[in-house]
């Protein structure tokens, strides 16, 4: 966490380590670079995980998570950015290319884009469906019932 603060300074919102894990919350402006060197200088190679969290209340409403691992140091690295609502993100596809469908999943469940993705558009649901099911503000019985009836043309059992 030291040397991700000497390098990036005020980019490292908060730094703190939870079970032995490192956690640090960047801007979102420095989010890819911050990446790539956790990636090269840091040997953390693997992006287990990235997702996201909702959390309406918040200015900043989106959290984008990633877990990391490196195999040589025997370590995992939380990286989190706080993103709004019409905020991008940074895509980390260059860096780790196993973000590409996981990307294209948040932006399927939570509507988060992610600025520089090769192919960003919805990997679960079908395009045509309206909204994000995994925002805490999400209707899905009313977007369930809704897309029955047009797709299917039965109504929903809902």
Avoid at 12 to 28: N, P
Avoid at 133 to 144: H, N, V
């Amino acid at each position: 966490m030291k040397r991700f603060r000497q390098r990036f300074g005020e980019a490292i919102r908060e730094a703190w380590l939870d079970r032995k894990q490192a956690m640090l919350v960047v801007d979102a402006a420095q989010f890819q670079a911050i990446a790539l060197y956790a990636r090269d200088d840091e040997k953390f190679n693997l992006l287990s995980d990235l997702t996201a969290v909702d959390w309406p209340k918040r200015e900043k409403r989106f959290e984008v998570v990633l877990q990391l691992y490196s195999f040589a140091k025997n370590e995992r690295l939380r990286l989190k950015c706080a993103a709004g609502e019409r905020e991008a993100v940074p895509s980390v596809t260059g860096v780790w290319p196993a973000a590409n469908w996981m990307e294209r999943e948040c932006y399927d469940m939570f509507g988060i884009v992610f600025e520089g993705h090769p192919d960003l558009k919805r990997i679960l649901l079908p395009d045509e469906w309206q909204g994000y099911p995994l925002r805490k503000d999400y209707d899905i019985l009313q977007q369930d019932e809704a897309w029955v009836r047009e797709n299917l043309g039965i109504e929903s059992g809902q």
